[in-house]
């Protein structure tokens, strides 16, 4: 019997047969295949549980971990599974100090088993476009990191003079467009869908932000979004409402608060898990935040926490992320 419940996956995947078997046949529904050449004559070896290939070529003995991102890794894949069930089901996330606590293992190695988790949690490049059959779409910014307020004083000083050079940043067109010690991050809600897509910016100007919505909105799609100026023009390409927010934050179906919701969300989760996250990996998190919310609900009914689970493990087939990629000493992960 699968798990349904952490407790259950705990028990069922502390066995390694049972978590071969469970990867194995999400992973190769129709058969296993040498994810070298993709031949079919396989034979597998129940004593090192590893597979090898009637093909003479190099590489030609493979273990499930091999083409995933848990290749490489010398974690058992008990640890790697119940890492997965809780990253993808606690709605807040799970900290690499908690599960490293969890799990018995190091906080480095826990905090890159987290990075590659999340990079198996990333949707694919290639999207539908949102806004289709008449759906309203959300549009909505915000911006993450450390209020001025909590920050140390010579800290403090040096972000507030930077940005009191430029108080007029959000507007000026020669301006940053960002706020100095903040990283600003842009969301699109279909309503018809309940799908978020999120995506750190390097900065909200006006062309950055509508370029966002010309990307991943249909033209034509009815656009809601609140009174920030750059939003103005949207009219050309779509029928775009605006909130005061001023004034009112709901004024018929017109509101953000799908997004502002999200950004609740992510916003507990980065301060009360995370703490402390670098803008350099912040799109990996988001990511993360961004499963969890496109996955609460299946239609009308709401997923379970194997569903879930599922949905993840399908996923980390063609993604691998090395220390050095993540630390940023090389480039960016690979996708085969």
């Known amino acids: 019997m699968e798990p349904k419940s952490l407790q259950e996956a705990v028990i069922y995947f502390q066995n390694p047969d ?9 992973r190769w529904p129709n058969g296993v295949t040498c994810p070298t050449c993709g031949s079919e004559k396989v034979k597998f070896n129940a004593d090192r549980r590893i597979w090898q290939c009637s093909t003479h070529h190099p590489k030609r003995q493979f273990s499930i971990k091999v083409g995933t991102i848990f290749e490489d890794s010398a974690i058992g894949l008990d640890k790697w599974m119940v890492a997965t069930w809780m990253l993808t089901n606690c709605k807040n996330g799970i900290s690499s100090y908690e599960l490293a606590r969890a799990l018995k293992i190091t906080q480095k190695s826990a905090w890159f088993m987290l990075h590659r988790i999340r990079l ?14 008449g759906s309203p779409v959300e549009v909505d910014e915000t911006y ?9 004083k010579s800290k403090k000083v040096r972000i507030m003079q930077k940005r009191n050079e430029i108080p007029d940043w959000k507007y000026v067109a020669t301006g940053p467009g960002r706020l100095p010690g903040k990283t600003p991050i842009h ?19 006006r062309e950055t932000l509508q370029a966002q919505i010309l990307n991943n909105v249909i033209p034509g799609a009815r656009v809601f979004t609140d009174e920030a100026f750059v939003y103005s ?5 779509y029928v775009h409402e605006i909130v005061n927010h001023l004034r009112e934050y709901v004024r018929g179906q017109v509101h953000t608060n799908a997004m502002e919701n999200f950004w609740s969300l992510l916003k507990r989760g980065l301060n009360g898990t995370y703490v402390s996250v670098e803008p350099f990996h912040l799109f990996r998190y988001v990511d993360e935040q961004v ?9 009308n009914r709401k997923m379970s926490d194997k569903e879930r689970f599922d949905i993840a493990v399908s996923r980390i087939v063609g993604k691998r992320l090395t220390f050095a990629e993540l630390t940023g000493k090389v480039g960016a992960a690979e996708t085969f």
Not at 188 to 205: A, G, H, L, M
Not at 291 to 299: L, Q, V
């Open 18 to 26: 049972n978590c071969i078997d469970y990867l194995a046949v999400r």
């Open 120 to 133: 198996a949690l990333q949707e694919g490049t290639i999207l539908k476009k949102m806004g289709g059959n």
């Open 144 to 152: 993450i990191g450390g209020k001025a307020k909590n920050m140390h």
């Open 187 to 205: 969301g699109i809600f279909d309503r018809e869908t309940r799908k978020v897509r999120v995506t750190v910016v390097p900065n909200i100007k």
């Open 233 to 237: 023009d949207l009219e050309k390409h």
């Open 291 to 299: 499963f969890r919310f496109n996955n609460r609900k299946d239609g």
